[in-house]
């Protein structure tokens, strides 16, 4: 039977962060992780880190300090969050990002501009605190490059792009920095095909980065390698039974077992039992293996749950390929959200989890996004390019429908026609006078990053006027559930009672979020499980801070 001072289950950010933190202070520690590659959601996301006043900020002259962003999240996250935990994540923040980046051959830069999600909340940053991270040549993960989890999203033609690249190719049809940032990207491509080297960007880089910190520290990492349950001795967890080579198994883990496994995103019976319908798993880009295996785990012994009703949401299209998850789109001149009566219901341009948050809350599920002609010829559109027509599998699919006019939409989409047709006129007036009245499109400096900012008075306000009409189905997608354990400051698992469960942790999407029923910025979902994995580490190390 092998045995270590710590295992960590699952290989997104989370884990590797706290095996990395956990080898660096000299404990035995393995990676055992249930898919056959590594990396979880964490590889296919857009790889942002939301951890406020950190070095690489505060380089940038970032004006950001840990009492503002206290009370941001103060504001924003309420009664629903301890304070406790908030400062468990502010104040170790910084360090963790330090540690990680003077162990791996990660680079991080500041998103300029990609704002804090309520940017006019007390201590909300309008040009934003979320990192990413630097292009990262391939070949730093030798042989491991082919264990990588592929993205959720390829880019075109191999071609390597950020999410600084992202929101300027948007615009590539509308403003000059459109063009030159696709001139950057393809020449960007055209060197990578000179030197032969593959670079990797967003998720895909930072779940690299931390694997080659991984190699460096000699952590062995199990690729399909599923968690069955958890060992306990004396009420204590002392390790874990495994599948290994498809033959049951079992680890010993003298200081403890952190959980890092993910949410329950595919996991049809736990979201019927714990969401409100509709839902399921085909709507979520999570990572087909998140099942909800470590924190169901962790509730047979005992161990409390929280926000489990919830998800960090977004409006998503259901496409032939899978679910789209939508950013730019929604945000972006000439559309709305409507209703199957018809009716906006939602600022389009709001946070994704507030924006599915509303679809649930005024049952508007399935929704509908309604554009004209000049918003396909403007901009992007799920992948496809200005004035690029809809495929033909996608109106079969019955992803998107067409109409001549919007009460031939109407009809298509089965919405009351005088509905849609008033609906469309109103939001016209809008347009036109650049002030939404009604749900304030545009007011944010979030919901304006975005925007177009060549179309006045209001970059995120056009009128929808040309025909043909189309109408995209939307569903309330996910990146992966939100609910899981509750933990401490040091990311140990609680009971009801809040007693500790000695040796058991959880971080990431198997625990219960510090952000609670909200989302702060871009990578407030990786920040905090980076946060909260690399403490559970230290407190096996016994350097708990």
């Known amino acids: 039977m092998d045995e270590y ?17 956990a080898a660096h202070h000299g404990l035995r520690t393995v990676l055992i992780e249930k898919a056959p590659h590594f990396g979880g959601s964490t590889a296919r996301s857009g790889g942002g880190v939301w951890v406020p006043n950190n070095d690489v900020l505060l380089a940038d002259g970032v004006p950001d300090t840990t009492e503002q962003a206290r009370a941001y999240l103060e504001h924003i996250t309420g009664d629903a969050v301890d304070d406790d935990l908030r400062a468990a994540f502010l104040d170790n923040g910084p360090a963790m990002l330090r540690f990680v980046l003077a162990n791996t051959p990660l680079r991080l830069r500041w998103v300029t501009g990609y704002s804090d999600y309520y940017p006019e ?10 990192l990413e991270p630097r292009p990262l040549n391939a070949a730093v993960l030798g042989d491991e490059l082919r264990n990588l989890a592929p993205p959720y999203l390829k880019a075109p033609t191999g071609m390597t792009v950020t999410q600084a690249d992202y929101r300027w190719m948007n615009l590539i049809a509308r403003h000059p920095k459109g063009l030159l940032r696709a001139a950057r990207v393809a020449g960007r ?22 694997r080659v910190g991984l190699s460096r520290m000699d952590v062995p990492v199990l690729l399909s390698t599923p968690l069955t349950n958890l060992v306990t001795e004396d009420g204590r967890v002392t390790g874990v039974e495994i599948l290994r080579d498809g033959k ?51 509730m047979r012994l005992g161990g409390a749950v929280a926000f489990m009703d919830d998800a960090w949401w977004g409006p998503s299209i259901l496409l032939p390929r ?35 948050h509303a679809m649930y809350e005024t049952k508007s599920v399935p929704a509908w996004l309604i ?15 200005p004035r690029q027509p809809f495929p033909g599998r996608w109106y079969k699919f019955g992803a998107v429908r067409r109409g001549s006019t919007l009460e031939a939409l109407a009809k298509e989409i089965d919405v009351p026609p005088d509905a849609l047709r008033d609906t469309v006129s109103r939001f016209n007036g809008f347009a036109e006078s650049g002030v939404d009245s009604d749900f304030h499109r545009g007011d944010s400096a979030y919901d304006r990053y975005y925007g177009d900012p060549r179309n006045r008075p209001n970059p995120n306000l056009a009128s929808l006027r040309r025909a043909p009409f189309y109408a995209i189905r939307i569903v309330p997608g996910d990146l992966g559930t939100k609910g899981g354990l509750r933990t401490d400051t040091a990311a140990r698992v609680l009971r009801e009672d809040d007693s500790v469960i000695d040796g058991l942790y959880a971080a990431g999407n198997a625990s219960a979020p510090v952000m609670g029923h909200t989302y702060a910025g871009p990578g407030a979902t990786l920040g905090p499980a980076m946060v909260f994995g690399y403490l559970a580490a230290l407190d096996m190390a016994g350097e708990t801070k």
């Open 189 to 210: 491509r055209v060197v990578s095909l000179v030197l032969r080297r593959q670079l990797l960007a967003m998720g895909q880089a930072l779940s690299a980065g931390l």
């Open 248 to 298: 049951p198994d079992t680890i010993r883990a003298r200081r403890g077992v952190l959980l890092a496994s993910g949410g329950f995103e595919h996991n049809e019976r736990m979201r019927k039992e714990y969401q409100e319908d509709p839902i399921g798993t085909e709507w979520t880009v999570g990572a087909e293996e998140n099942t909800g295996d470590g924190i169901e785990a962790g």
């Open 121 to 130: 909340a007390p201590g909300g940053l309008p040009m934003g605190r979320s």
């Open 5 to 21: 001072d710590v295992i960590v289950v699952g290989s997104g950010a989370a884990g590797m962060t706290a095996a990395l933190t």
């Open 371 to 385: 554009a004209d002609q000049n918003y396909r010829n403007r901009y992007l559109f799920a992948g496809l390019g």
């Open 322 to 356: 899978g679910p789209y998850f939508c950013l730019a789109e929604r945000s972006l001149p000439g559309c709305i959200l409507v209703n199957q009566r018809g009716e906006r219901f939602v600022n389009e341009a709001a946070p994704y989890v507030d924006a599915v």
